[in-house]
């Protein structure tokens, strides 16, 4: 089912990124292009998730998700 979003009301996604074995795990940032601040969240504890905004680690800039798979 599609979702509407009214004036003012935000969507938040929580994309879990595991991975096995010793594989690298990563996510862009995209420097240059206005954030908005507090509202990316990281988080490397196990479930429940403790969040931290990325602001804690001294960037306000927007995360971009991607996934390759084959």
Known sequence: MPIVLN???HLFVA???ARI???S???TICKGVPGTKNRNYWSTSPIPYQ???IGDYGSDEN???GA???
């Open 21 to 23: 074995g010793k594989q």
């Open 7 to 9: 004036q003012g009301e």
């Open 15 to 17: 994309v879990e990124i």
């Open 51 to 53: 969040l931290h905004v």
């Open 63 to 65: 995360l971009r998700i």
């Open 68 to 70: 390759l798979g084959d």
């Open 25 to 27: 795990v990563c996510v």
